[in-house]
């Protein structure tokens, strides 16, 4: 099993539009941070968790390969806006997507992107299938793949993590209700958010994810979706302890 991190910036990426500090100013190119997203590949099969904004562009860098579903944390911008990129997979594959999340997630899904659900859509279109789960159940998808949702909160949203096999994925997270820790037991990599220093009110700050990759005890931990407000990847690096990781956008990880 692979991991790519496809992007490991917050909602307004790095560069942040306008901002002169450090880390956009930065020509490092491991401070250049799309929208989080990653692509999880088991053999030939390929999942992505979230669309956001720089889906397409994450896609050019990937090489256009075939996906077989996509994954959804959650409803938030940064995390869909995408999804009419999807449109080149359905043309060169002739198949829809299926995309998978909680029921309130593809409703919200449905009406942001009303012109792919019409009747009769415009040619054109994208193709999609949605599949809503509740998130207590264990599915089978891709080729018998499983995967295992994590609810999670972030901020006072109900949203969901993912597991497959020993890799697990808690991006956008500020809490994890102590049963779902059961899930999150014997892990080789988790990968998990961590914003910034200051106090969040929906998002792990950098030290409240380092007690939490302490509590879920994973062997090698990497974060994810950085605010420019942390400082460059070096900065960040230089600041963590042994067994977590900065995660970039390009990085992959074989499990």
Do not use: W
Request: hydrophobic share 35%.
């Amino acid at each position: 099993m692979k991991i790519s991190f496809l992007g490991t910036g917050t909602s307004q990426g790095i560069p942040v539009i306008g901002c002169r500090c450090k880390a956009c100013s930065s020509l490092e190119e491991k401070d250049k941070r799309l929208r989080t997203s990653c692509m999880i590949e088991v053999g030939t099969k390929r999942i992505i968790i979230d669309v956001g904004p720089d889906f397409r562009q994450q896609m050019l860098r990937e090489g256009g390969k075939e996906i077989h579903a996509i994954l959804i944390s959650h409803e938030h911008n940064d995390h869909v806006a995408g999804l009419d990129d999807v449109r080149p997979f359905n043309f060169r594959y002739t198949k829809d997507m299926p995309v998978y999340g909680l029921p309130r997630v593809m409703d919200d899904l449905e009406k942001r992107f009303d012109y792919i659900f019409e009747e009769r859509p415009y040619p054109g279109a994208p193709i999609v299938s949605l599949n809503p789960i509740s998130g207590n159940e264990k599915i089978m998808m891709v080729g018998g793949i499983e995967i295992i949702p994590i609810h999670i909160i972030h901020g006072d949203l109900p949203i969901l993590g993912y597991r497959v096999r020993d890799f697990a994925y808690l991006t956008d997270v500020k809490t994890v209700p102590e049963k779902e820790f059961e899930k999150l037991t014997a892990l080789n990599v988790l990968v998990l958010s961590a914003v910034r220093d200051e106090e969040h009110h929906s998002h792990l700050t950098l030290e409240q994810a380092i007690g939490m990759a302490k509590k879920i005890g994973a062997k090698e931990t990497y974060f994810t979706h950085f605010s420019h407000l942390l400082g460059t990847h070096e900065n960040i690096v230089s600041r963590l302890p042994k067994g977590i990781y900065a995660a970039y956008d390009g990085l992959q990880v074989e499990l």
